[in-house]
């Protein structure tokens, strides 16, 4: 019998509750991720840049507003959900919760969109399953 493949709603499906657009810091953007921002946002690099990062040095993040990152809104979530980071799309399926059972308990306590349901072993198994078939998996 061929065993059914595993699916990212096996282990997360994402509740829009903001929850990772909180906090004082950002992820920082590589250039890609920047490209896709501007071109999601439709302004010139230097708009992009002025509105809405902050820029210290050579690392490039989002800028925080009330708290949160720029680009959440209470009733939208994401504005630039299509143009976000790579590691904001990663979030919170981190590879550190495969290296360590507090890492999952801890993430799995903020983030309403895990499968609370899971065990860390049968939430391990999936999560390697799907990294396994995806290489760069995406929520």
């Known amino acids: ?19 990772c657009c909180q906090g004082e810091t950002t992820v920082s953007l590589d250039k890609d991720d920047q490209e896709r921002m501007i071109a999601e946002l439709g302004l010139t690099r230097q ?18 507003v009330d708290h949160h990152c720029i680009f959440y809104t209470k009733d939208t979530g994401c504005t630039v959900h299509e143009g976000r980071p790579w590691r904001c799309g ?33 939430f391990c198994h999936i999560f390697k399953e799907l990294l396994e078939q995806e290489k760069k998996l995406l929520c």
């Open 47 to 64: 708009e992009v840049k002025e509105k809405y990062w902050r820029v210290t040095g050579k690392v490039v993040q989002m800028k925080i």
């Open 90 to 122: 990663q979030w919170p399926l981190h590879p550190s919760m495969l290296a360590d059972e507090n890492n999952f308990r801890t993430i799995r306590e903020s983030c309403l969109g895990i499968n609370q349901a899971l065990t860390w072993e049968e």
């Open 1 to 19: 019998m061929k065993k059914t493949p595993a699916k990212l709603s096996d282990i997360f499906t994402c509740a829009r509750c903001g929850s």
